[in-house]
T-cell receptor, first 112, second 114 residues
Framework: AQSVAQPEDQVNVAEGNPLTVKCTYS??????LFWYVQYPNRGLQFLLK??????LVKGSYGFEAEFNKSQTSFHLKKPSALVSDSALYFC??????????FGPGTRLSVLP | DAGVIQSPRHEVTEMGQEVTLRCKPI?????LFWYRQTMMRGLELLIY????????DSGMPEDRFSAKMPNASFSTLKIQPSEPRDSAVYFC????????????FGPGTRLTVT
């Protein structure tokens, strides 16, 4: 069965510094990988996805993520964090069938 | 497009009462998902539909929960009877196809059972 790990419950970073939110996965075959963000009292919003092709994918709000097949990772990154990036971030993985799962979420706090 | 629409946005009810949550997916999307989110358990998938057919309901907690999708533009999640431990935020999401396409989430229904 597929699974997703987000090893950090909380990530703190200073405004202007680069940020990384980690995600590792386990799935049979080639995965579809997604990142979502949740702001307080809102539903999840799609940020970016990896389906195939270039391992580096770019998404909304300046975020990007790199698919690393050998390390089964899909870490979310941003070169310069903003206070407004503070939110809950979810990684999700889907196999080529009907099975998918969300990670437990990582709370990002960007400090001014 | 208005996005995924959920109603009500807030529901407060007494234990034992029936609760019905409603969802209108984005037009043209053929996959629909119901999730529950709590601090303790995080985000849980309850059930999802493809083309109005339930595909995976293994996340439905127990027989008190039921979900229907009578047509492509409407779904309900019903809890009968409700219990305090059902208190959570319930999200509905839809996507073009439950695979390579991202899900679009509604604003959620905050349910409080007293």
């Amino acid at each position: 069965a597929q699974s997703v790990a987000q090893p950090e419950d909380q990530v703190n970073v200073a405004e202007g510094n680069p940020l990384t939110v980690k995600c590792t996965y386990s799935v049979s075959g080639n995965p579809y990988l997604f990142w979502y963000v949740q702001y307080p009292n809102r539903g999840l919003q799609f940020l970016l996805k990896y389906i195939t092709g270039d391992n580096l994918v770019k998404g909304s709000y300046g975020f990007e993520a790199e698919f690393n097949k050998s390390q089964t990772s899909f870490h979310l990154k941003k070169p310069s964090a903003l206070v407004s990036d503070s939110a809950l971030y979810f990684c999700a993985v889907r196999d080529r069938g009907q099975n998918f799962v969300f990670g437990p979420g990582t709370r990002l706090s960007v400090l001014p | 497009d208005a996005g995924v629409i959920q109603s009500p946005r807030h529901e407060v009810t007494e234990m034992g009462q029936e609760v019905t949550l409603r969802c209108k997916p984005i037009s043209g999307h053929n996959s629909l998902f119901w999730y529950r989110q709590t601090m303790m358990r995080g985000l849980e998938l309850l059930i999802y539909f493809n083309n109005n057919v339930p595909i995976d309901d293994s996340g439905m907690p127990e027989d008190r929960f039921s979900a229907k999708m009578p047509n492509a533009s409407f779904s309900t999640l019903k809890i009968q009877p409700s219990e305090p431990r059902d208190s959570a935020v319930y999200f509905c999401a839809s996507s073009l196809e439950a695979g390579r396409y991202e899900q679009y989430f509604g604003p959620g229904t905050r349910l409080t059972v007293t």
